[in-house]
């Protein structure tokens, strides 16, 4: 993602210093660099080895921590956390239902997905969206253009936001 994109993002999600942020799908880190700049504690999780390897370069563990995890099967802060992410488009419904899983402990997500998903989300449209999207609203955020990406891909993109009730 752009990094003006990635700040635009981070900026709506309003992340406070000493917030715990997952970035889940954090490629090379452009949404983890403001995310950090935010004073967020930030665990970035990839699964890619270039993509790792480029995260670690960047930034070490400290103030990071990358994880090396497949997006389905990642285990969850068993405390409150935040999400602000742009995970790859084919893991969107593996991924919000991670999150909204009982017993989660997410407080707020601001995911980047495909808008078509998104919508479906916030209309209770996608499968299962009723069962695990109780307790929580969601709703569309800001548009972000397939210019903010490269490649660019071939749908449009919206930041989908959950928020705990």
Do not use: C
Request: charged share 30%.
């Amino acid at each position: 993602m752009d990094p003006r994109w990635a700040e635009r993002v981070v900026a709506d999600a309003e992340v406070s210093p000493g917030d715990l942020v997952l970035d889940l799908g954090a490629g090379t880190g452009a949404l983890t660099a403001p995310l950090v700049a935010a004073g967020a504690r930030v665990i970035a999780v990839e699964m890619h080895p270039g993509r790792l390897e480029a995260l670690r370069r960047r930034f070490g563990d400290d103030p990071v921590t990358i994880v090396r995890a497949d997006l389905a099967d990642l285990r969850l802060p068993r405390r409150p956390f935040r999400v602000v992410a742009s995970p790859p488009y084919g893991a969107t419904t593996a991924v919000l239902s991670r999150l909204l899983s009982r017993g989660s402990r997410l407080v707020r997500a601001d995911l980047v997905v495909e808008r078509g998903a998104a919508r479906r989300w916030v209309e209770g449209r996608a499968p299962g969206a009723g069962r695990w999207s109780r307790g929580h609203q969601l709703e569309l955020g800001r548009r972000v253009p397939r210019s903010a990406f490269r490649p660019p891909p071939r749908v449009d993109s919206v930041v989908l936001r959950i928020t705990r009730r």
